[in-house]
């Protein structure tokens, strides 16, 4: 693996990360995971009836045979365990936050300007998150700038497989029929780039100073997704 983007290659689709890649950290931290763990008491107690709580909740039973669910929740959530049926749950209880306009997300500056411009180019966007596709669709729905969920032609979370798994990446593959070689994945942690090259994509760090990200030194690194198109040659300012 090198740290040095080979800037010839025609890369024809980014792969994002939300957190720490185009969505400060502190805004999932310190907003979204909050916000989810009080009002789960309530989501489970009142809406036990509806089939993605019921459905999230028989993946609990299944996973922590006997543990009362919203205990089982609340060692996931201190954890920051990334599972599905956490997942689940998470994102229904955004929706609400949304929708009051309790939640909005807030974009790094150069996000909404650089996707643009690379979709504009004909470049495919999509998505790799540990939330779920739901989540991912409202985060980007409900932005400080506006509804950017349309920029992206694909979601993909949890149900591919974890995100410092290679096969997850050789799933997305599968499913889409992209090129690996002209694929380009974008993520602030290195052991998921190092998953996504191991299944032949291409890769790059964003080292975020918000964030206060810490870079490493096998994968190429931008500070933001203009960086990254000098690096990788893709449309720029
Ligand atoms: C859909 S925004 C919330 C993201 C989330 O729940 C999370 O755990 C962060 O996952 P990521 O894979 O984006 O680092
Ligand atoms: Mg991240």
């Not at 290679?166 to 997305?172: E, G, V, W």
């Amino acid at each position: 693996m090198t740290a040095t983007a080979r800037a010839s290659t025609a890369i024809d689709t980014v792969l994002l990360d939300i957190e720490g890649t185009t969505i400060p950290v502190s805004f999932v931290h310190e907003t979204l995971f909050p916000y989810a763990r009080a009002a789960m008491p309530a989501l489970l107690a009142q809406r036990a009836g509806d089939p993605a709580v019921r459905a999230a909740v028989a993946d609990i039973a299944e996973l922590a045979p006997g543990v009362p669910p919203l205990a089982q929740l609340n060692e996931w959530m201190d954890q920051d365990a990334k599972i599905g049926p956490l997942k689940a749950l998470q994102g229904l209880a955004w929706a609400e936050g949304y929708r009051s306009g309790a939640l909005q997300a807030p974009l790094f500056a150069d996000v909404l300007p650089a996707l643009r411009r690379w979709r504009a180019a004909g470049l495919r966007l999509a998505v790799y998150s540990s939330g779920s596709e739901a989540a991912q669709r409202l985060i980007y729905g409900h932005t400080t700038e506006g509804d950017a969920a349309g920029l992206f032609d694909g979601f993909y979370d949890l149900r591919i497989g974890g995100k410092r798994a290679a096969d997850s990446y050789r799933a997305i593959l599968a499913e889409t029929g992209w090129t690996p070689g002209r694929t380009l994945f974008l993520s602030d942690i290195v052991a998921e780039l190092d998953a996504a090259a191991q299944a032949g994509l291409h890769t790059c760090q964003l080292v975020r100073a918000e964030d206060g990200t810490i870079a490493g030194t096998t994968h190429p690194a931008a500070a933001t997704l203009d960086d990254v198109s000098r690096l990788f040659a893709l449309p720029a300012v």
